[in-house]
């Protein structure tokens, strides 16, 4: 089976405060990528990182860092010092290709993150 | 900069209508992508587009068809439109341009909510 689990549906933080989002994929490929898309009120899904399958090295941009782990199969997103702008539906995705060759992103239900001043 | 833009983000057609949602990239992207959002179910494949008037079925096809007839054109169309197809469509894209690129990143147009009373 080939699914995303975002366990927390939706949490509320205050302004500053550190926020780690969980995701959780299975699959039985050896190949797939793992994606992060923020969907802020505008409602356009906006991407903000891409790793692949043998790549385990944990990544960091600016107040975004992400780490995955293959032993748990888990690609968690944390915000650091969060800001109100960071206020958003956050998505965690499944990238991997089906028998039949084409390529399928598989999406979790998403995370609803509140920042409040 | 990716652009991909969808022609409407609102519209309300009436049960029994056919619907057309209009979807363009100028990336010169060789995927594109149609899916519905719902509250509580995230992203849902509805089609896919590998090349000109090339389509694959995704998860829930039923009810829709598409169309491509240009590169940077993807349509969606509801053939008679339902009130269980009231709901948010995203478009997206991404390259495709080599064995290599299955699951790149897909890029998403700014969403069209629509209502069918």
């Known amino acids: 089976a080939q699914k995303v689990t975002q366990a927390q549906t939706e949490i509320s933080v205050v302004e500053k405060e550190d926020v780690t989002l969980d995701c959780v994929y299975e699959?039985?490929?050896?190949?797939?990528?793992l994606f992060w898309y923020k969907q802020p009120p505008s409602g356009e899904l906006v991407f903000l990182i891409r790793?692949?399958?043998?790549?385990?090295q944990n990544e960091i941009s600016g107040r975004y860092s992400w780490n995955f782990q293959k032993s748990t199969s888990s690609f968690n997103f944390t915000i650091t010092a969060s800001q109100v702008v960071d206020s958003a539906v956050y998505f965690c995705?499944?990238?991997?290709?089906?028998?039949?060759?084409?390529?399928?992103?598989?999406f979790g239900k998403g995370m609803k993150l509140t920042v409040n001043p | 900069d990716v652009k991909v833009t969808q022609s409407s983000r609102y519209l309300v057609k009436r049960t029994g209508e056919k619907v057309f949602l209009e979807c363009v990239q100028d990336m010169d992207h060789e995927n594109m992508f149609w899916y519905r959002q719902d509250p509580g179910l995230g992203l849902r494949l509805i089609y896919f587009?590998?090349?000109?008037?090339?389509?694959e079925k995704g998860d829930i096809p039923e009810g829709y068809s598409v169309s491509r007839e240009k590169k940077e054109r993807f349509s969606l169309i509801l053939e008679s439109a339902s009130t269980n197809q009231t709901s948010m469509y995203l478009c997206a894209s991404s390259t495709g341009a080599s064995s290599g690129s299955v699951t790149d990143t897909q890029y998403f147009g700014p969403g069209t909510r629509l209502t069918v009373l």
């Open positions: 995705a499944l990238g991997l290709v089906t028998q039949g060759g084409s390529e399928k992103l598989v």
């Open positions: 699959t039985r490929d050896t190949t797939y990528y």
């Open positions: 790793r692949n399958s043998f790549d385990e």
């Open positions: 587009s590998y090349d000109v008037k090339m389509k």
